[in-house]
């Protein structure tokens, strides 16, 4: 039986308090590798520029980035959907106007405007590189393809924004206050699964995907076996067919064991 399973990064493969893979995670995943009827795909709410920072991106022949607005296999580009120019344009003047904090992430790099201490915090958690953005972004977002932002929205904002930008999606943070991840509404993780699956010509594959926030209830929605990660959020835990222990207590590792899809030794 041919089978692939989906790993969110944050919190689900990298433990963000410590900035880490787990032991046992990197054990799990070389023993998957030496599988050849098992595939690995990464699907992250992170952009492509922030997963290949990580040692362990070259594990993954296929990425899910950008909470499924752009899909990867081994370099090339198979799916984008970049955000409506206009619309960027639209919001981030409010941003500007405001002063409200914020990033932006391209195809292959991240900018934000680093003198801020929500960027710098944002930067620090993830453990990401961000380059400094223009001081006049807003004459330069033509020459751009913006897959994703990230911004510090006051509660008392979100709703209006949300109200106001339709054809986005505005999805919290579970580890950064009043932080979000701003992408295309009819883009997710399941929208991207769904498009991978249907363009696989092996059609006897079991589906397995592993997360823990928010951005990963429409991915469990796509699959035959949906694992929440014991630190996950309770909404996750309700849609899941297991849920295995905390990412620090080798949650991976023994969900994948009591799954039969890699074994002792």
């Not at 595939?39 to 990425?63: C, N, P, Y």
């Not at 930067?123 to 004459?139: A, C, G, V």
Request: hydrophobic share 35%.
């Amino acid at each position: 039986m041919n089978k692939t399973i989906f790993f969110d990064v944050d919190n689900t493969l990298v433990c963000r308090s410590e900035n880490k893979i787990c032991d046992s995670t990197w054990d799990a995943i070389n023993k998957l590798n030496k599988d050849n009827k098992t595939e690995l795909v990464i699907a992250t709410g992170r952009s492509l520029a922030m997963v290949k920072q990580e040692d362990f991106h070259h594990m993954f022949k296929t990425i899910i980035s950008a909470n499924g607005s752009l899909i990867t296999r081994q370099d090339e580009i198979i799916y984008k959907q970049p955000m409506d120019r206009r619309l960027i344009e639209q919001l981030i003047r409010y941003f500007e106007e405001k002063n409200i904090p914020y990033c932006i992430h391209l195809l292959t790099e991240s900018k934000g405007k680093l003198g801020q201490d929500w960027v710098h915090h944002f930067s620090k958690k993830y453990n990401m590189r961000i380059k400094p953005l223009e001081e006049n972004i807003l004459d330069c977002l033509d020459e751009y393809e913006i897959f994703q932002l990230n911004a510090h929205i006051k509660n008392e904002e979100i709703d209006q924004l949300k109200q106001s930008y339709p054809l986005f999606s505005f999805v919290k943070l579970i580890d950064i206050e009043e932080g979000y991840d701003i992408f295309n509404k009819n883009c997710s993780k399941g929208s991207a699964i769904k498009f991978l699956k249907e363009k696989n010509i092996t059609k006897d594959i079991t589906y397995y995907a592993f997360g823990d926030g928010f951005n990963d209830l429409e991915m469990f929605d796509e699959v035959d076996y949906a694992i929440a990660m014991g630190n996950g959020c309770d909404q996750l835990k309700k849609r899941a067919t297991y849920i295995t222990d905390s990412i620090n207590q080798n949650g991976i590792y023994n969900a994948l064991k009591k799954l039969n899809l890699i074994k002792e030794g």
